[in-house]
Structure formats: C-alpha cells, structure tokens
C-alpha cells in the first residue's frame, strides 16, 4: 500500500465531525487531498479570507493542554492526533479545513482519523519523497525529561514513560513505525488522564468536551472506562502516538531513531527548535539521495 520513495495524499475528500475537548465545540472537518510539496496545512473555513496556517514547528504557539498552531491571529488547537494519523500512514500532502478553532477530539485516539484516511485512500504522487535523515545524534535533558534522535535505517520510536500509580508505573516501547504497525497497534491508543486532574481542568472551564467517550480516565488504582483498557500498555502507546504527531511538525518524514522517556508536547516543541538548529547532524533529501527540481523548492520553504 505504501510507497516509501513517492510522495502520497489521499484520493478525494473526506469529512467528519466531533467536538472540541476543551471548547466543547461542534466543529466539522474535511480533509482534501493536496498537490506536491504541499505538506500538510490547516484552514479555518469559519474566518474571513479562510486562513490557512501550515502544520510546522514554527507555527507552534502553545502546547501546555495540546499542540496549538496559529498565524495572525487565527489557531487551530489540539492537531497531534490527527497529524499523527497522516505521519502513521504516510501522507505528505492533504489541506485540512476545520470550522472551529478546536479539532474534534473523536474516541481520543487516533484511530477514527486513520479510518477516514483509509476510506479516502492513499495515493502515490509524481514526485519523490524528501526525508530527514539523521546522521548524528541530538540530545535534549531537563528535569528528568529526556529526548534524543539517533542515525537509523527506519523511522523507529522509544518511548518511556514512568507515573507514580499502580496502573501505569514504568512502561517502555520501542518500535519501527510501518503504516501498518501504526494502524494495527498504535492508532487506537487513546489519551488518559487522573480523575483529580480532569476535575480540575473543568473548574478552569477546560476539557468541557471531554468524558470517558473520549479519554481513559483512571482514579486511585482503577481504570473508569466500561471497557477497560484497548492494550494493556495503552498509556504508552498513546505517547508514541502523540511523539509522531509532534515530530510530524518538522514538516518531512524521518529516517532515524526518535527516544523520548517522560516527555510531552511543551518538551517536543523545544526539541524540535533545538533540531532545526543542529543542522549539521541531518540532511534531507530523497532515499536514493538525488533532489529533485521541486524538492528543492520544498526545502527552501522549509528553511523559512
Ligand atoms: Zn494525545
């Protein structure tokens, strides 16, 4: 199904629609295929003038409850599930219009917005893929926080995280990310949160939207969902999930070795500043090396 040397978008549009976690919003989402070298960017089809804002680091301006991006005056809130899903399964190029400033949150997963993908289709493009790829490691520490993107032949993630509680503690996964691995064992993974907390947020008028529909909620020592947990390692899966929507920013697919042990997407975010920077620890160019003449063209946007 995948071409890894071809850029791909999807084959026609696709729509669904949800609510915000934290707005409670209704808010509706189409999702259009794209030309080359478009990447993957958002509009607010809800604004005058539809405002388009591209899925890029750079446009990152808040990631304390979700990964936000924005432009003059305009944001999209909460893109890493489905940013996520278009890196899980491959998709460089698709334009993604949304009525609200919050995406739908949908079951808290990524999984829906794979099926949506899937039930447009994917198609290859005229065109080669460009990847970064690592030639020397990168490393950021701070506060027990650690990140740090390794050389590699595939694009391979580990993830640990470590919560004080019975139910999560320690868990560990490192693996190569297919897109069939990503549907099959990592799309599904929904986003958890401490019932103390959840309570919180919703006396600050957060996480309005938010119930065991679209979240694992767990308490004390036990999980709240009716049915229980989807893996028994849920928690970390979706940390997985969230590092590929957030890497995804960089704005090309990677060929190397992402770590992230108690990370979240503040501490991504100023990874991915600090990655931009050390540029002679990657390059980015197509598999068989050779730059195409639109390639070029990509990167020049890229560098600004
Ligand atoms: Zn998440």
């Given at each position: 199904?995948?071409?890894?040397n071809?850029?791909?978008?999807?084959?026609?549009?696709?729509?669904?629609?949800?609510?915000?976690?934290?707005?409670?919003?209704?808010?509706?989402?189409?999702?259009?295929?794209?030309?080359?070298?478009?990447?993957i960017?958002?509009?607010?089809?809800?604004?005058?003038?539809?405002?388009?804002?591209?899925?890029?680091?750079?446009?990152?301006?808040?990631?304390?409850?979700?990964?936000?991006?924005?432009?003059?005056?305009?944001?999209?809130?909460t893109?890493?599930?489905?940013?996520?899903?278009?890196?899980?399964?491959?998709?460089?190029?698709?334009?993604?219009?949304?009525?609200?400033?919050?995406m739908?949150?949908?079951?808290?997963?990524?999984?829906p917005?794979?099926?949506?993908?899937?039930?447009a289709?994917?198609?290859?493009?005229?065109?080669?893929?460009?990847?970064?790829?690592?030639?020397k490691?990168?490393?950021?520490?701070e506060?027990?926080?650690?990140?740090?993107?390794?050389p590699?032949?595939d694009?391979r993630?580990?993830?640990?995280?470590?919560?004080?509680h019975?139910?999560?503690q320690?868990?560990?996964?490192?693996?190569v990310?297919?897109?069939?691995?990503?549907?099959?064992?990592?799309?599904?993974?929904?986003?958890?949160g401490?019932l103390?907390?959840?309570?919180?947020?919703?006396?600050?008028?957060?996480?309005?939207?938010?119930?065991?529909?679209?979240?694992?909620?767990?308490d004390?020592?036990?999980?709240?969902?009716?049915?229980?947990?989807?893996?028994?390692?849920?928690?970390?899966?979706?940390?997985?999930?969230?590092?590929?929507?957030?890497?995804s920013?960089?704005?090309l697919?990677?060929?190397?070795?992402?770590?992230?042990?108690?990370?979240?997407?503040?501490?991504?975010?100023?990874?991915?500043?600090?990655?931009?920077?050390?540029?002679?620890?990657?390059?980015?160019?197509?598999?068989?090396?050779?730059?195409?003449?639109?390639?070029?063209?990509h990167?020049?946007?890229?560098?600004?």
């Amino acid at each position: 199904m995948n071409h890894p040397n071809a850029q791909q978008t999807i084959s026609r549009p696709v729509s669904c629609s949800g609510i915000g976690v934290h707005s409670g919003k209704q808010v509706n989402l189409t999702l259009h295929p794209a030309p080359l070298n478009h990447g993957i960017k958002f509009r607010r089809i809800d604004l005058p003038d539809y405002p388009v804002v591209a899925a890029r680091f750079n446009k990152v301006v808040d990631t304390s409850l979700a990964t936000v991006i924005g432009d003059d005056g305009f944001i999209v809130s909460t893109i890493e599930h489905l940013m996520a899903a278009f890196a899980g399964l491959g998709i460089d190029n698709a334009l993604v219009d949304v009525d609200s400033h919050e995406m739908p949150i949908m079951d808290g997963s990524a999984g829906p917005f794979a099926e949506m993908l899937m039930t447009a289709g994917i198609e290859c493009q005229d065109g080669p893929r460009c990847f970064f790829i690592i030639n020397k490691p990168i490393e950021l520490e701070e506060d027990g926080k650690f990140v740090g993107i390794y050389p590699s032949d595939d694009f391979r993630v580990s993830c640990t995280i470590t919560f004080d509680h019975p139910l999560i503690q320690t868990q560990t996964l490192s693996t190569v990310i297919t897109p069939d691995y990503f549907l099959k064992e990592i799309a599904c993974a929904r986003t958890f949160g401490f019932l103390h907390e959840v309570e919180l947020m919703k006396k600050y008028g957060l996480g309005q939207g938010g119930t065991l529909d679209n979240a694992v909620v767990i308490d004390h020592e036990r999980v709240l969902n009716e049915g229980g947990l989807r893996f028994q390692d849920e928690f970390v899966r979706h940390k997985l999930l969230d590092c590929i929507g957030d890497f995804s920013l960089l704005g090309l697919p990677i060929r190397g070795h992402i770590v992230a042990k108690r990370s979240g997407h503040g501490f991504h975010h100023t990874f991915l500043e600090k990655f931009f920077l050390e540029k002679n620890s990657w390059q980015t160019c197509t598999l068989n090396g050779t730059f195409h003449k639109d390639t070029a063209g990509h990167l020049k946007q890229l560098a600004n």
